[in-house]
T-cell receptor, first 109, second 115 residues
Framework: LAKTTQPISMDSYEGQEVNITCSHNNIATNDYITWYQQFPSQGPRFIIQGYKTKVTNEVASLFIPADRKSSTLSLPRVSLSDTAVYYCLVGDSWGKLQFGAGTQVVVTP | DTGVSQNPRHKITKRGQNVTFRCDPISEHNRLYWYRQTLGQGPEFLTYFQNEAQLEKSRLLSDRFSAERPKGSFSTLEIQRTEQGDSAMYLC?????????????FGPGTRLTVT
């Protein structure tokens, strides 16, 4: 499983866009990039998954450059309820998840 | 069936006692996972079931830990002779058995405190 590196924390104000970049230099050809969100005292929640280029859903966008050595999770117009830990994961399809320490995002008014 | 459920939500036990946790996955999901999470860290993989078959166990899972999934439905995780280092949140997740998916659905967890 490829190792990922992401910032420990990020601060933002309500209404701003938050971009979290994750580095995964050793990503393998079969690997997908997946992001999870976790609130205190809850299990992680799947946000988005991608393989290349751009993926968008109702919650976030995921940008993956051509070399796939990094990816950026974009949260548009964050609110206080987006305060959480965000995890970037890279791996193949069979489903074993390897979490790092994640990025603590704090949104303030 | 609205999601993965775990019971109990909290468990306080004395060192040396045995504890058992239960996980009920989303009914149509074939895969079931157990993770452990300590404060400030991401979840760590413990073990994984495909239906009733336990396909992988992490080296984190010592001989005091055992997991079962009889009939491929709910799963139990037992810790024997608990130690203070076992204090953590124990998370269960499930996912459908289809290739190319990294989407797992997590339960709320069982918080274990060993005194």
């Amino acid at each position: 499983l490829a190792k990922t590196t992401q910032p420990i924390s990020m601060d933002s104000y309500e209404g701003q866009e938050v971009n979290i970049t994750c580095s995964h230099n050793n990503i393998a050809t079969n690997d997908y990039i997946t992001w999870y969100q976790q609130f205190p005292s809850q299990g992680p929640r799947f946000i988005i998954q991608g393989y290349k280029t751009k993926v968008t859903n109702e919650v976030a966008s995921l940008f993956i450059p051509a070399d796939r050595k990094s990816s950026t999770l974009s949260l548009p117009r964050v609110s206080l309820s987006d305060t959480a830990v965000y995890y970037c994961l890279v791996g193949d399809s069979w489903g074993k998840l390897q979490f790092g320490a994640g990025t603590q995002v704090v949104v303030t008014p | 069936d609205t999601g993965v459920s775990q019971n109990p939500r909290h468990k306080i036990t004395k060192r040396g006692q045995n504890v058992t946790f239960r996980c009920d996955p989303i009914s149509e999901h074939n895969r079931l996972y157990w993770y452990r999470q300590t404060l400030g860290q991401g979840p760590e993989f413990l073990t994984y079931f495909q239906n009733e078959a336990q396909l992988e166990k992490s080296r984190l899972l010592s001989d005091r830990f055992s997991a079962e999934r009889p009939k491929g439905s709910f799963s139990t995780l037992e810790i024997q002779r608990t130690e203070q280092g076992d204090s953590a949140m124990y998370l269960c997740a499930s996912s459908p058995s289809r290739g190319g998916s990294y989407e797992q659905y997590f339960g709320p967890g069982t918080r274990l405190t060993v005194t």
